[in-house]
Nanobody, 118 residues
Framework: QLVESGGGLVQPGGSLRLSCSAA????????VGWFRQVPGKEREGILC????????YFANSWKGRFTISRDHAKNTVNLQIESLTPDDTGVYYC?????????????WGQGTQVTVSS
């Protein structure tokens, strides 16, 4: 079971760091991806980090403001978002996949709400 945290209300232009944690597994052994669902749209993939630390963006449009990292000591995978805009408002999810970001993501968190508004 994955758990996302760090969401909340942020002003436009601000930054945010979301965390994905797992109590029962070592996230270092898995590929972990971050996804976003905005109101009225389907969930879309942002980026993923593999067990080796390699990073894959699901689309080039995510590059620049979204970065991913592992905190091995805390067993978390973090998503850093810069220069937030109201269009970034949505629910952010993390999910794990066996060994590669190109595999199926089987275990998902419940999501954390991010609202960007002044």
């Amino acid at each position: 079971q994955l758990v996302e945290s760090g969401g909340g209300l942020v002003q436009p232009g601000g930054s945010l760091r979301l965390s994905c944690s797992a109590a029962a597994v070592n996230l270092d052994d898995y590929a972990v991806g971050w996804f976003r669902q905005v109101p009225g749209k389907e969930r879309e993939g942002i980026l993923c980090i593999g067990p080796s630390g390699s990073v894959m963006y699901f689309a080039n449009s995510w590059k620049g403001r979204f970065t991913i990292s592992r905190d091995h000591a805390k067993n978390t995978v973090n998503l850093q978002i810069e220069s937030l805009t109201p269009d970034d408002t949505g629910v952010y999810y993390c999910a794990e996949a066996q060994s590669t970001c190109r595999g199926g993501f089987g275990s998902w968190g419940q999501g954390t709400q991010v609202t960007v508004s002044s």
